[in-house]
């Protein structure tokens, strides 16, 4: 589907000489999107679907790190959450991956969180989504997204993350 969506983004003008207009899923649901209600700790970094892979595998990207992304692929490797600027489906492999493992993923198609979020990218950044009755609302405020601080207690970090650790 990723492929499908550059190309098609890329050949938008052409299509639209040909009377075809290009829709993208979001257009059936406003605001942002929640793959998986969790929180999260970790380092916001950014890497693009096609280089998700290699970045893992030279430790520029690490598990307990937040990935933000243009997109998701079909497989990612396990990290802390999952920041898409672009839809996924909710029952996609990542998506039910996330929800087993408490793993918070999301879609940000707002610009006012997306500027957020890039504006946060190479620091240590909580991410917390919840959904249901009282969260789920067109203002999106069922995501935050912000900078733990230099001064965020160490202490109280790591009390956190245990939180987070599987039971034995």
Same mark, same amino acid.
């Given at each position: *589907?990723?492929?499908? !969506?550059?190309?098609?983004?890329?050949? %938008?003008?052409?299509?639209?000489?040909?009377? $075809?207009?290009?829709?993208?899923?979001? !257009?059936?649901?406003?605001?942002?999107?929640?793959? @998986?209600?969790?929180?999260?700790?970790?380092?916001?970094?950014?890497?693009?679907?096609?280089? &998700?892979?290699?970045?893992?595998?030279? /430790?520029?990207?690490?598990?307990?790190?937040?990935?933000?992304?243009?997109?998701? *692929?079909?497989?990612?490797?396990?990290?802390?959450?999952?920041?898409?600027? @672009? *839809?996924?489906?909710?029952? @996609?492999?990542?998506? $039910?991956?996330? %929800?087993?493992? /408490?793993?918070?993923?999301?879609?940000? !198609?707002?610009?006012?969180? !997306?500027?957020?979020?890039?504006?946060?990218?190479?620091?240590? &950044?909580?991410? /917390?989504?919840?959904?249901?009755?009282?969260?789920?609302? *067109?203002?999106?405020?069922? $995501?935050?997204?912000?900078?733990?601080?230099?001064?965020?207690?160490?202490?109280?970090?790591?009390?956190?993350?245990?939180?987070?650790?599987?039971? @034995?």
């Amino acid at each position: *589907p990723h492929a499908h !969506r550059i190309v098609a983004a890329a050949e %938008q003008a052409y299509f639209a000489e040909q009377g $075809i207009e290009i829709a993208a899923p979001d !257009r059936w649901r406003p605001g942002n999107g929640v793959y @998986s209600e969790a929180w999260a700790i970790g380092r916001l970094k950014f890497f693009p679907a096609g280089e &998700i892979d290699a970045a893992f595998a030279s /430790g520029q990207l690490l598990p307990e790190d937040i990935l933000l992304t243009d997109a998701v *692929p079909a497989e990612i490797p396990l990290v802390a959450g999952v920041i898409t600027q @672009s *839809p996924a489906t909710p029952n @996609s492999h990542v998506a $039910i991956l996330a %929800q087993s493992f /408490g793993i918070p993923f999301v879609y940000l !198609r707002d610009a006012y969180e !997306r500027t957020k979020a890039e504006a946060l990218l190479g620091k240590e &950044i909580y991410l /917390g989504v919840l959904t249901g009755f009282f969260f789920n609302s *067109p203002s999106n405020n069922n $995501i935050h997204l912000f900078a733990l601080g230099e001064d965020f207690p160490q202490d109280l970090r790591e009390e956190l993350l245990a939180l987070k650790a599987p039971e @034995s």
